[in-house]
């Protein structure tokens, strides 16, 4: 007989349930004891602090500002710091009457009308019950003053503020730039909640560059307020994070030397190490007071400065466009070697001129009576004009833009400040669409000495020949060195590295190097009369006049002092690039003095300082 098969386990069916049960029940209790905790937290323990945030037009957030970050200088030496400063704020929600009180505080505070416009500018950007200042920089005088008279000023306040400072002034100006206030157009492009703090900047220089790093971020007060927007207590506070600490490639006692070297001479001075990019020295004079802008500078101060014809807020080191001049000579010369155009024995007979098949007017050679049998070492020596309107005949500009565009010249550097100039390798396509002309033979052969539509930057000139020194080898110039975080941790900026300039034969280098020494040591050499002696360490160079005023010749006999004789704004800039030792180069340098013979003066006395001072600390 079959027996039937059971269907169901009624009794493991019930077991089951009862422990799934058991189980829900056990979950349920543990979620309802987290919230029973979660609620006797925020109903018992946080009662007062979320009631008042539920109710949120009581409360305000009261900004915080977070210092700036300091800047040194490779060697330690504070560039920019923070000082404390007073200054007179008005909340005119407390008052009746704005005008009236700006009107009275003028009798016992020097309150000018530029005070008066900025005042009024920040007041349209402000908020509710926000102070606004009106007079930064208050004397000790000044504050004494008010707080005799404080009863009669409610809704008037002196309040400390953390000013920047520049304790070298001028002297690192190119270099640093500055803070200023800020204006309507970068309300549109910062975070204001993270400027809510402070009314304050970075403009130009690494103090824009780094804005970011250097501004830190702004904390904040959680305040209670009363409904006339008095504050009644403080029930929260986050603190600001300060910005970064910088240290630049900059040393600041070459800085001075290169600033004391130009003397009273417009021009600039930018030295790089070669082997790494490193910014040495960025020097523009005449210069300006970055610290007349840190407290807010006044508009009568801003315009002298904007219209002096002087222009000491133009910063010529990476800003100022110049004609190459003789100095862009090594690098057709390389040109000339490296495509077989010439050879070093390639000689030409110079007679003082040049003219072109067909041509009846002579591109003169700066030596009147020329310099007699040339090959391209004695060009580069006594900087040959005729040779070169030689050798660029040959080349075509083709192969001289080519040349000159690998070394970067015609393009920004991409330092890290913004305000750079890109200079102008000229070519057909670039007369053509910025003067709407042809390109004529005659625009390629004054190319070649660096005159007609070529011009350089002091920065690109001095990274141009530290290429040089490197037999090719390209950095990025840089003035970040080290950023130091909140957390203590330093962070080096590695050295950045450019597409090389290589040659199909590496003993060009060697040629025209040994060239560019004879510069120097050469009884030839343009650069000896006014260099100096022969220095104990190894100097390549090549010196260079921008011309800005065709001198006539009289009688076929050039007036070697007419550059003299004429107003100083129409004479010859002098150029001058050089790198040293030239075994072991650790420093590469461009000079341009603006109507003045005195830059190889200038670079001998920055070379001196930096390889012959035992003191010095160099990378």
């Not at 830190?216 to 929260?236: D, F, M």
């Amino acid at each position: 007989m079959f027996h039937l098969r059971r269907l169901k386990n009624y009794k493991q069916e019930k077991n089951q349930f009862k422990s799934r049960v058991i189980k829900a029940v056990l979950l349920i209790i543990v979620l309802i004891i987290i919230l029973i905790a979660r609620l006797f937290n925020l109903q018992i323990l946080q009662y007062k602090f979320y009631t008042n945030l539920s109710e949120h037009n009581q409360l305000d957030f009261l900004p915080i500002e977070s210092n700036r970050g300091l800047i040194y200088d490779r060697n330690g030496v504070l560039l920019a710091e923070n000082l404390p400063l007073f200054s007179l704020s008005i909340i005119p929600e407390l008052m009746q009457s704005t005008n009236n009180t700006i009107d009275t505080l003028k009798t016992i505070i020097n309150i000018t009308p530029d005070n008066i416009q900025q005042f009024n500018k920040a007041l349209k950007q402000r908020r509710r019950f926000e102070h606004v200042p009106i007079k930064f920089k208050l004397t000790q005088e000044e504050v004494a003053t008010f707080y005799l008279n404080q009863y009669r000023f409610p809704g008037v306040v002196v309040e400390t503020q953390m000013i920047r400072h520049y304790p070298l002034g001028k002297i690192m100006a190119s270099a640093l730039g500055y803070v200023g206030r800020i204006n309507q157009q970068e309300l549109k492009t910062i975070d204001t909640s993270n400027y809510s703090a402070t009314h304050f900047i970075g403009k130009i220089g690494i103090e824009k560059y780094y804005e970011k790093q250097l501004h830190g971020k702004t904390g904040y007060k959680v305040a209670e307020v009363s409904a006339t927007g008095r504050i009644v207590r403080i029930l929260k506070t986050i603190q600001p994070i300060p910005g970064n600490t910088l240290f630049l490639t900059i040393d600041s006692k070459l800085q001075q030397a290169a600033q004391d070297a130009l003397g009273t001479e417009r021009g600039a001075v930018v030295a790089i190490n070669p082997n790494n990019g490193e910014v040495l020295a960025l020097v523009s004079f005449p210069s300006f007071d970055p610290n007349l802008f840190a407290s807010g500078i006044d508009s009568t101060t801003f315009n002298e400065l904007q219209s002096s014809s002087d222009k000491p807020m133009y910063n010529r080191a990476t800003l100022g466009s110049y004609p190459l001049a003789s100095t862009i000579k090594p690098f057709i010369a390389l040109q000339g070697l490296d495509t077989g155009t010439i050879t070093s024995n390639f000689k030409i007979s110079d007679p003082g001129w040049f003219k072109l098949p067909n041509v009846k007017r002579p591109y003169r050679d700066w030596v009147y009576h020329g310099h007699g049998i040339v090959n391209v070492t004695k060009a580069i020596i006594v900087s040959c004009d005729t040779f070169f309107y030689t050798l660029a005949l040959k080349l075509g500009i083709e192969k001289i833009d080519d040349i000159l565009t690998r070394f970067g010249f015609g393009s920004k550097t991409k330092i890290d400040i913004a305000e750079e100039n890109s200079g102008v390798i000229a070519s057909p396509k670039w007369k053509a669409s910025h003067k709407g002309t042809h390109w004529y033979i005659g625009d390629t052969v004054i190319s070649s000495i660096g005159q007609g539509f070529m011009s350089a930057t002091p920065l690109q000139l001095a990274s141009g020949v530290a290429a040089i020194a490197m037999h090719g080898k390209r950095f990025q110039p840089h003035l970040l060195l080290i950023t130091k975080n909140q957390d203590g941790a330093l962070i080096k900026q590695e050295a950045i590295t450019m597409p090389p300039v290589t040659l199909n034969h590496s003993k060009n280098w060697d040629i025209v190097i040994d060239a560019m020494q004879g510069v120097i040591t050469s009884p030839m050499g343009t650069a000896r009369p006014r260099f100096g002696s022969i220095p104990e360490y190894t100097v390549a160079a090549k010196t260079g006049g921008g011309q800005l005023f065709h001198h006539k010749i009289v009688n076929e006999n050039p007036d070697p002092e007419s550059d003299l004789k004429l107003p100083k704004y129409l004479r010859n800039h002098n150029l001058f690039i050089a790198f040293a030792p030239v075994e072991n180069p650790k420093i590469a340098i461009a000079v341009v003095t603006e109507n003045s013979t005195t830059a190889p003066q200038v670079a001998r006395k920055v070379l001196d300082y930096y390889l012959t001072t035992p003191s010095l600390n160099r990378p």
